[in-house]
């Protein structure tokens, strides 16, 4: 797969974008896909005040920063996510949005997150990755799918978006398969 983006650590560059799209836009057509799990962005801070304040990368774990910026052709196009389900067990998930809908179902995202799921285990000694998505985020599935993830659990019912039940899909990939699917030696770490 040739990559269509970069994946790149947060920066000044395109933090105002990143304010736009978060706290600006008035459509929020990403927001709609996160099902029941967060509301819309709310700041306090101006634009100004955001933009100027200092910015700093949380690492997780070996490296792995909490968030990258999506980058096509100098274009901000959204963010990745990682976050810790149990760091006791080395649980991972992980997360991806575009929120520019023009550049939806286009190839962009899931160029973004295999290369996220390549950096995360190129760089560190974790066991398992995954996500957390709701039946009605067909998308999320399908990416999540076409990188190889497969689905470990669905919660019949769980979540509720705009007044009507859908099930809760965890969906994973184990070490040992990302190396299978990128033809990789298992490493000692």
């Not at 100027?52 to 999506?70: A, D, F, H, N, V």
Request: aromatic share 14%.
């Amino acid at each position: 797969m040739s990559n269509k983006v970069s994946i790149i650590l947060p920066n000044k560059e395109f933090i105002a974008d990143l304010y736009y799209w978060l706290y600006e836009d008035e459509v929020q057509e990403s927001a709609k896909w996160n099902g029941p799990y967060y509301a819309r962005s709310t700041t306090e801070l101006s634009k100004k005040e955001y933009v100027s304040k200092p910015l700093k990368i949380e690492y997780l774990y070996q490296g792995i920063p909490r968030s990258m910026y999506i980058i096509h052709e100098g274009q901000f196009l959204g963010t990745l996510h990682a976050y810790w389900v149990s760091s006791e067990t080395n649980w991972m998930e992980i997360g991806i949005c575009i929120y520019n809908p023009d550049y939806w179902s286009g190839g962009y995202g899931t160029s973004a997150f295999k290369q996220w799921i390549d950096y995360i285990f190129n760089h560190s000694d974790l066991h398992r990755i995954g996500i957390s998505t709701w039946s009605g985020n067909v998308r999320m599935m399908k990416l999540a799918g076409k990188v190889g993830m497969i689905e470990e659990a669905r919660i019949r019912d769980a979540r509720i978006v705009n007044g009507k039940y859908y099930d809760a899909i965890k969906m994973g990939m184990l070490r040992s398969e990302w190396e299978v699917q990128n033809d990789h030696k298992t490493c000692d770490r």
